[in-house]
Each structure stands twice: as structure tokens, then as C-alpha cells.
């Protein structure tokens, strides 16, 4: 029995389908569960929240756009992270902060909180309409899967990538060092997407990390799929 998967419009959800069954699922990849299999820990089983939707709701669906060409993209950013580096090299050489190791920790690490918040806010955000989206009475299950060999730690360079910005951060003294505040801001946003809300299942179960388990029906305990 195969799973098939589909990115949704949402980074928190993902499409999937069973080759044997007709039906749609949407699987919520923020209620994965232990979160230690992202640090690479080896855990027996991992297990994520399902809920089946009609076949025909294509709420979540990639909807076709156009594409924004890169130089496109770069023209419309450049001014934006031009302005901001301005503002905080200004803010960094008027007040002396460059000096101030304790005020640049405290200041590193609220750039790191707004991420925080920023990614938890839009969870909020994504969860809200998806509960518009799937109607009360669709049945939920937990998908379980069993781990083949542990996870490859795909959090440990990003965060290798946020203790460099730090120790350049930490490092600079003439007021660039706001240009690698705005690279960790940056950073900690795919960081905590990552461990909050987006682990990519589809990955390790492509990859054979993982293998399908079974499917429970919640609050029934009704075993409706199982694999050996």
C-alpha cells in the first residue's frame, strides 16, 4: 500500500492519497509527532494527523499563477533590504550599540522571537481556513509510521547557518553587523517553519526512512488500515 503526496497551497498541509482507495486526505504536518525526529533522534514510530476530504474539494489545491520572473523578484526586493540595512547601520552607529554585547544578544535573539511569532501567527492563519475549508463531520485519523533508520537532522544547518550570523554579528563593530540581524531574522523564519509547522513527511517516506504503519480512526479506535 502506497501513499501519494501532493504539496498543498498551505506549507503546513499536505495532499494524500492511497493507491487502493478513491478517497482524499489532508495531512497536518505541524501535529507530527515525536518532534525529536527532526533533530535526527531515533524514534520507533512517528505520527501525523489526517482528515479526509470530499474528492471534489479543491480548496487545497496549487492554484496556476504567473511566475515572477528572478530579476523581476530582485528588483522589487533590493530597495526594501537596501532601506533596512541603511536604517539599522544608522541605528547601530548613533547609539553605540556596537560596543554593547549584552544589548546585540538581546537584540539577535528578538529577531529570532519576531520569527517565532511570525510562524505561529501564520499557522494560526493556515489552521483557521482550513477548518472553512473541511466540513465538521469528515472522519480523522493518525497516520502511523515506522521508522526505517533515524532521521537525517535537516534542522542542524540551518542552525549551523544562525550560529555563524551570530558569531558575525557578535564579531562586526561598524554598524554592518545589522545586515546579518536581517540574515538571521531571515534564517529563524525557515527554521521554525521547519520544526513548527512544514516537516516535509513526504520526503523520508519517498526516501524509505519511513514506512507506512497503519491508520487509526480518532476518538473511535477503529484500526481501518494496517500494513505488516
Not at 42 to 71: A, M, Q, R, Y
Not at 85 to 92: A, E, Q
Not at 191 to 203: N, R, V, Y
Request: proline share 4%; aromatic share 12%; net charge positive.
Amino acid at each position: 500500500m502506497e501513499l501519494k503526496f501532493k504539496n498543498s497551497n498551505m506549507t503546513c498541509f499536505q495532499i494524500v492519497q492511497i493507491d487502493q482507495e478513491s478517497k482524499k486526505y489532508i495531512m497536518d504536518t505541524s501535529t507530527m509527532s515525536p518532534k525529536s525526529y527532526y533533530w535526527g533522534i531515533k524514534t520507533d514510530t512517528i505520527t501525523v494527523d489526517t482528515v479526509e476530504i470530499e474528492k471534489n474539494n479543491n480548496h487545497f489545491e496549487i492554484k496556476p499563477t504567473t511566475p515572477v520572473s528572478t530579476t523581476m523578484a530582485a528588483i522589487i526586493v533590493q530597495p526594501i533590504v537596501k532601506v533596512g540595512y541603511d536604517v539599522l547601520k544608522r541605528l547601530f552607529i548613533q547609539n553605540n550599540l556596537s560596543e554593547q554585547v549584552l544589548l546585540k544578544l538581546l537584540l539577535f535573539a528578538i529577531s529570532m522571537l519576531i520569527s517565532y511569532f511570525a510562524i505561529l501567527i501564520s499557522l494560526k492563519v493556515a489552521h483557521k481556513k482550513a477548518d472553512k475549508w473541511i466540513p465538521k463531520n469528515r472522519h480523522k485519523y493518525t497516520v502511523t509510521f515506522k521508522t526505517i533508520k533515524k532521521s537525517n537532522g535537516g534542522v542542524y544547518p540551518l542552525v549551523g547557518v544562525i550560529f555563524i550570523c551570530l558569531l558575525f554579528f557578535l564579531g562586526e563593530n561598524n554598524g554592518t553587523e545589522g545586515a546579518f540581524l536581517v540574515i538571521n531574522g531571515i534564517v529563524s523564519l525557515f527554521f521554525f517553519m521547519f520544526t513548527l509547522g512544514s516537516f516535509p513527511i513526504a520526503l523520508p517516506y519517498k526516501q524509505g526512512q519511513i514506512v507506512l504503519e497503519n491508520i487509526e480512526e480518532q476518538y473511535k479506535f477503529c484500526n481501518i488500515v494496517e500494513v505488516a
